[in-house]
C-alpha cells in the first residue's frame, strides 16, 4: 500500500518548505512534492520607489544569504543606468560575495546539514582518546584534537543530555538505522560543529568593515560607500586591510583544515549516497566573480553556462536578456496569468495570486491541484538545478584547471568515478570544494585590491549617475549573482526615476519549483525520487536530499507580481 | 513531573562541562560589565544563574528573512554555544533544531504544556492576517494560529527584530499580506520589541541575559523596547557628531570628506532619528557600524522606516539639541514640526562651514 509522508516543517532551512513523498510498498518514493509555504509581497513593494534604495529591500528577502540580493540589484540599477563601478567597488564587492559564499556554505554543511549524517546520541559513547586520534589522522594540523580537549567535550555532552533539557537536539532521527558515523567521528563532528559556530561570527566581520554590519551590511548604487584613504584613520586604511587579511588566513585554515577533511571523512561513511539524489541531471550557472567587469562573462572566475542531461561535453551560452530563455509557469502555483499565457519572461511577468490549497488547518496537499507559493521557472522549457554543484559542474566542464584539480582531488581521495557528482553526496561535496576553491579566490582578490591602491587608484564610488536627473525617462535591466544557493537574477524597468516593475527569480525558486505545466518535476522533487526508506516515520533520507541543496524558502516565495492588482482571491476546496 | 525538580541550573551545568567556581565567578563579573551594570550586582547574578534551571524558549519564525537568528549566533559576548547550551533550552527554532516534520511540532506542543507559563515565546517575522493566514503555514497550521496558541501560555514573548516589533518589509506600503507586528495580535502578556533589521547581536543576548539574571523583564520604553539599549539615538553618541556641529559633511559618494569620515546627514543618514546602540556597541564585537563604515543609517529599528524614505534624501528636520532626550520625550518630533532652536543650529553649523576653507588631502600614491 502506498504511504505518503509530509515533512512540514523542513527544519534547519531558512524559510517555510513542505514535502510530501509517495512511497510504494518498498518503502521508496515515487512521487514528491515541494511546496513553498510563505509568501511576503516584496515585488509590490517595491514598485514606485527609488530604484537606489531597491537594494535594501530586496537585501530583506533573506538573512542567511544576505548580501546576495543587495549585490543583485544594485547591478540591476547600474546595468539599467549603464553605470560601470570603479575596480575598487568592484574588487570590494567580490571580497564581500566570496566571503558570504565561505561563511554560508561552512554554516550550512555544519549547522544545517551535518546532523542528517551525524548522530549526537551516538558520540556519547565515543572514546576520547580514541577521538583524538581520529582527529589528528583526519586532518593532522588542526590544533584542536587533543585527548582532553575531547575528553572535556564528552563530559559536556553527557551532561547536557542528563539535564533533561535537549534543546535543539530533542526528539530528533537518533539511532536511525541510516546513521553509519562511529561514535569518534560523532564526536569529532560534533567539536567542529561549535568550532565552525564560533567561527562564522569572525570571518564575516570582513562585511561589517565594509558594509557596516552583519546580516545586511550596505551596498550602494555606483560602487561602495565606504571611502579608502590611506592617509587617514577615518575611512578604509591599512589597519582595516590588515584586518581582514588576518580574517582570510583564518577562513583558509578553518576551511583547509576542518571543513575539507571532515566533509571526505563523513562522505567516505557514507558511500551508498554517490548513487541516490541525482535528479533532473540539467545544471545552470549564471556566474560571477567578475575580473574585468560585470559586463564581460568570459572572465569570471565561476564561469556561466548550462548543462543538460549530465552532458558535459557540451556547455551551453544563456542570456538573460532573451524573453525565450528564462521563463516562469504557474501551473502548479498559487498564481494566475492572463488569459492565454503559459510562461512570462521576468520582464513581462506578472502575479496575481490565488490561493487554491485546502483550507489550513489540513493534512495534506494535491499534487494535481496547486501546491506551492512558488512559481516553476525554466530554462528553453527545461527544469535547471542551480547551486553549487551545478557551478562546479559548469566550471569544471568548461575547461577550468582550478575547478577540475579541486574535483578530480576529492573523487581520488574518496574512490569514487565522476558520476559520483550526480548525487545527494555529490552536492554535498561540490559545496565544500566550491569553499575550498572561494577562500584562494578571497585572498586573490584581496591581492588585487592592495595592487590596485599601489597603483594609485582609491576609487570606489561613480556618481555620474547618482542624480535621478541624469536618467533616460524609461529604462531596463538585469543584474545577476551566484548566491550560495545558486544561480539569482533582479530584472528591473525604471519609469520617470521610479521603479516601473522589479522581477527576481532566486535560486531556490528553481531548485523547489513545482512541477510545469508538462509535469516535469523542480530540482527537490526529482532528486527525491527513487530514494528509499528505511523508516518513513523518521524521513531522515528526505531531509538529507533536500538539505543538500540548501534551501532558503525566504528568497524563493517572495513575489513575483509587478502590477500591485488586487492580490488575492481565496478559494477554499 | 516538575519541571524545576529536573532542571540544572545554569552553574549546574556549567561546572559539569569543567567550568569551575573561579571561572564561573569571572563569567559572571564579564557579564555584569557587558551589561553596563555595575560590580555590586554580581553577586545577583551569580545567585540567579547557580539556582535556577535554563529557561525554556521555544523561537517562532513567521514572515522574515532569518537574520535575527544570523545575528544572534554572530553574539561575542556572551558567545551563542554558551546561550544554547548554558542559559537557555532552545526547544523549538526551526533554523537551528534537529528535529523535523511532525516530531518538531510535537517539541512545541511539549513544553507548552509541560512549561505553561514558564516559558518565552520568542518571535522572530510576524504574521500575515490577510485572506485567513493562508501566506504563511506550518505544518498545514497558519502561522498566525500558532502565534496566538503558543503565546497564550508563555511567561512572556520577546519580538525579536523590526519584523516582529513593528511589521518591518512585507508590511511597507501597500502591505500585500496584511502582515501585522506581535503586539498587534498578542494581548495580556508582557511583550519585549527588540527591534532592528536586525538587531545588535550583543543587544539580542543582552536581552535574554538580563531576562535570566535579574528574573524580571527589562525597563521598557513606551514602543516596548528596553531602554538599557534603545534609550539614546545614534546621532548622540556617533563618533562623526562633531562634524555635524562643525558643519562638516559628506556631499557626494566618495569624495573628500567621505574620505575625511565626515559627517552623513547630508546623504540621508537617519541617525538623528533613530534609537539604538549601533555607535556605543557597533556591530559584530563592535568592528564597525553603517555610519562608521560611509554608509548613512537607513533607520531600520525605526517604526516604518521602509516608507520613511527615500534612503538617500536627508531628513527635513532633526530634533537638536538636547542629547539628553528620549523616546518618551521627543516621541514624533521629526515628524511633527521642526524646532525652531534646530534650524538655528543648523544654519549656524552651515554659516560655520562655508567660512573654513578645508584643504582637499592629496590620495597618496
Redesign the interface.
Known amino acids: 500500500m502506498a504511504t505518503r509522508v509530509?515533512?512540514?516543517?523542513?527544519?534547519?532551512?531558512?524559510?517555510?518548505l513542505?514535502v510530501e513523498a509517495m512511497l510504494d510498498e518498498h518503502g521508496v518514493i515515487k512521487d514528491a512534492m515541494s511546496s513553498g509555504?510563505?509568501?511576503?509581497?516584496?515585488e509590490?513593494?517595491l514598485k514606485g520607489?527609488?530604484p537606489?534604495?531597491a537594494w535594501?529591500?530586496t537585501e530583506?528577502?533573506?538573512?542567511?544569504c544576505?548580501t546576495v540580493h543587495a549585490l543583485a540589484s544594485v547591478r540591476a540599477v547600474e546595468n539599467a543606468l549603464s553605470v560601470k563601478v570603479p575596480p575598487n567597488a568592484e574588487i570590494i564587492r567580490n571580497i564581500m560575495f566570496l566571503t558570504q559564499q565561505v561563511q554560508d556554505h561552512v554554516i550550512h554543511f555544519y549547522?544545517l546539514h551535518a546532523?542528517d549524517w551525524v548522530d549526537?546520541v551516538s558520540a556519547l559513547k565515543a572514546d576520547p582518546a580514541a577521538t583524538a586520534a581520529l582527529a589528528q589522522k583526519v586532518s593532522p594540523s588542526w590544533p584542536l584534537a587533543s585527548v582532553g580537549y575531547f575528553k572535556?567535550l564528552a563530559?559536556?555532552l553527557t551532561?547536557?543530555v542528563?539535564?533533561?533539557?535537549?534543546?535543539?537536539?530533542?526528539?530528533?532521527?537518533w539511532g536511525h538505522p541510516a546513521y553509519k558515523l562511529p561514535p569518534e567521528a560523532n564526536l569529532m563532528a560534533v567539536a567542529h560543529y561549535?568550532e565552525a559556530?564560533?567561527w562564522?561570527?569572525e570571518i564575516?566581520?570582513i562585511?561589517?568593515?565594509?558594509?557596516?554590519?552583519?546580516?545586511?551590511?550596505?551596498y550602494?548604487v555606483?560602487?561602495?560607500?565606504?571611502?579608502?584613504?590611506?592617509?587617514?584613520d577615518?575611512?578604509i586604511n591599512m589597519e582595516r586591510l590588515n584586518?581582514i587579511k588576518t580574517l582570510i588566513q583564518d577562513a583558509m585554515a578553518v576551511v583547509e583544515q576542518m571543513y575539507i577533511p571532515d566533509l571526505l571523512a563523513v562522505a567516505s561513511f557514507y558511500p551508498e549516497w554517490a548513487a541516490i539524489g541525482g535528479g533532473l541531471g540539467n545544471y545552470m550557472a549564471y556566474g560571477d566573480v567578475p575580473e574585468n567587469g560585470i559586463a564581460d562573462v568570459t572572465k569570471f572566475r565561476m564561469p556561466r553556462g548550462v548543462i543538460l542531461n549530465k552532458n558535459l561535453s557540451d556547455v551551453q551560452p544563456l542570456d538573460l536578456a532573451d524573453a525565450n530563455q528564462v521563463q516562469e509557469e504557474v501551473a502548479h502555483s498559487w498564481y494566475e496569468y492572463p488569459e492565454g499565457k503559459d510562461s512570462l519572461h521576468p520582464w513581462d511577468g506578472v502575479t496575481v495570486p490565488k490561493?487554491s490549497?485546502?483550507?489550513?488547518?489540513?493534512?495534506?496537499l494535491d499534487e494535481n491541484a496547486k501546491y506551492s507559493?512558488l512559481k516553476s521557472p525554466r530554462w528553453k522549457g527545461n527544469s535547471m538545478e542551480v547551486g553549487p554543484l551545478s557551478r562546479m559542474l559548469v566550471g569544471f566542464a568548461s575547461g577550468s584547471t582550478e575547478h577540475k584539480d579541486v574535483v578530480m582531488e576529492a573523487l581520488g581521495a574518496l574512490k569514487v568515478p565522476a558520476t559520483a557528482l550526480f548525487s545527494t553526496l555529490g552536492r554535498t561535496a561540490a559545496r565544500g570544494l566550491e569553499t575550498k576553491l572561494c577562500v584562494h579566490w578571497l585572498m586573490a582578490e584581496y591581492d588585487k585590491l592592495i595592487a590596485n591602491l599601489k597603483a594609485?587608484d582609491?576609487?570606489?564610488?561613480d556618481?555620474s549617475r547618482?542624480e535621478p536627473s541624469s536618467w533616460p525617462a524609461d529604462a531596463k535591466g538585469y543584474g545577476f549573482t551566484e548566491a550560495p544557493r545558486g544561480a539569482l537574477c533582479h530584472w528591473i524597468h525604471i519609469k520617470d526615476t521610479k521603479i516601473e516593475n522589479y522581477q527576481i527569480v532566486v535560486p531556490s525558486t528553481w531548485n523547489a519549483s513545482p512541477k510545469d505545466a508538462k509535469g516535469q518535476h523542480g530540482a527537490y522533487e526529482s532528486a527525491l525520487l527513487n530514494t528509499p526508506m528505511a523508516d518513513p516515520k523518521?524521513?531522515l533520507e528526505i531531509?538529507r536530499t533536500i538539505h543538500s541543496f540548501d534551501p532558503c524558502l525566504?528568497c524563493a516565495s517572495h513575489?513575483f507580481g509587478p502590477n500591485?492588482e488586487k492580490?488575492?482571491e481565496?478559494t477554499v476546496r | 513531573m516538575d519541571a524545576e525538580a529536573r532542571s540544572a541550573s545554569t552553574y549546574d551545568v556549567l561546572k559539569s562541562h569543567g567550568v569551575d567556581r573561579r571561572r564561573f565567578m569571572k563569567f559572571c563579573t564579564m557579564m555584569a560589565a557587558a551589561l553596563g551594570l555595575d560590580a555590586t550586582v554580581v553577586p545577583q547574578i551569580v545567585n540567579a544563574l547557580e539556582t535556577k534551571p535554563r529557561l525554556p524558549v521555544i523561537w517562532l519564525h513567521g514572515l522574515e528573512c532569518t537574520c535575527c537568528s544570523e545575528s544572534f549566533i554572530r553574539s561575542s559576548h556572551p558567545i551563542a554555544q554558551d546561550v544554547v547550551l548554558n542559559m537557555i533550552s532552545l526547544d523549538y527554532d526551526d533554523t537551528l533544531m534537529a528535529a523535523a516534520g511532525f516530531q518538531a511540532e510535537d517539541n512545541r506542543r511539549r513544553i507548552m504544556k509541560d512549561y505553561a507559563g514558564q516559558y518565552v515565546l520568542a518571535v522572530e517575522g510576524n504574521a500575515p492576517t490577510a485572506d485567513g493566514g493562508v501566506y504563511c503555514t506550518i505544518g498545514g497550521e497558519t502561522f498566525l494560529s500558532i502565534l496566538q496558541e503558543t503565546a497564550a501560555n508563555a511567561k512572556a514573548v520577546i519580538a525579536w527584530g523590526s519584523c516582529a516589533s513593528n511589521g518591518c518589509v512585507q508590511a511597507a506600503k501597500p502591505n500585500p499580506t496584511g502582515a501585522k507586528p506581535v503586539h498587534e495580535l498578542i494581548t495580556g502578556k508582557p511583550i519585549i520589541n527588540v527591534p532592528g533589521c536586525p538587531p545588535i547581536a550583543e543587544v539580542m543576548t543582552g536581552v535574554l541575559t538580563y531576562i535570566l539574571t535579574f528574573g524580571v523583564l527589562p525597563e521598557l520604553d513606551r514602543y516596548g523596547r528596553p531602554k538599557m539599549f534603545y534609550g539614546q539615538r545614534i546621532h548622540d553618541k556617533c563618533y562623526r557628531r562633531p562634524f555635524f556641529d562643525a558643519g562638516q559633511f559628506v556631499e557626494t559618494w566618495d569624495d573628500d570628506g567621505a574620505k575625511k569620515g565626515w559627517c552623513l546627514y547630508k546623504m540621508g543618514c537617519r541617525g538623528p532619528s533613530t534609537y539604538n546602540s549601533c555607535s556605543t556597541f557597533k556591530w559584530n564585537n563592535g568592528v564597525s557600524y553603517p555610519i562608521g563604515s560611509g554608509h548613512p543609517c537607513i533607520g531600520c529599528s525605526e517604526e516604518k522606516f521602509w516608507d520613511n524614505g527615500p534612503f538617500y534624501e536627508r531628513l527635513s528636520s532633526v530634533p537638536l539639541p538636547g542629547i539628553e532626550s528620549t523616546p518618551d520625550t521627543v516621541g514624533a518630533v521629526v515628524a511633527g514640526a521642526a524646532l525652531i532652536g534646530v534650524g538655528a543650529h543648523f544654519i549656524s553649523t552651515e554659516v560655520r562651514r562655508s567660512t573654513q576653507k578645508n584643504s582637499p588631502e592629496q590620495e597618496g600614491k
Open positions: 509530509v515533512v512540514d516543517p523542513v527544519t534547519r532551512i531558512e524559510g517555510h513542505r509555504t510563505m509568501w511576503r509581497g516584496l509590490v513593494i520607489r527609488d537606489r534604495d535594501a529591500f530583506r528577502i533573506c538573512g542567511v544576505t549547522h546532523l549526537i572535556d563530559t559536556t551532561k547536557f542528563q539535564s533533561g533539557q535537549l534543546g535543539l537536539f530533542q526528539n530528533a532521527y561549535l559556530l564560533k562564522q561570527k564575516i566581520k562585511h561589517t568593515i565594509f558594509g557596516g554590519k552583519n546580516p545586511h551590511p550596505n550602494l555606483g560602487g561602495m560607500a565606504s571611502a579608502i584613504s590611506m592617509q587617514g577615518n575611512a584586518y490561493y490549497g485546502p483550507k489550513p488547518p489540513y493534512q495534506q507559493w594609485g582609491s576609487a570606489v564610488a556618481t547618482w523518521r524521513p531531509l525566504a513575489v500591485g492580490l488575492a481565496i
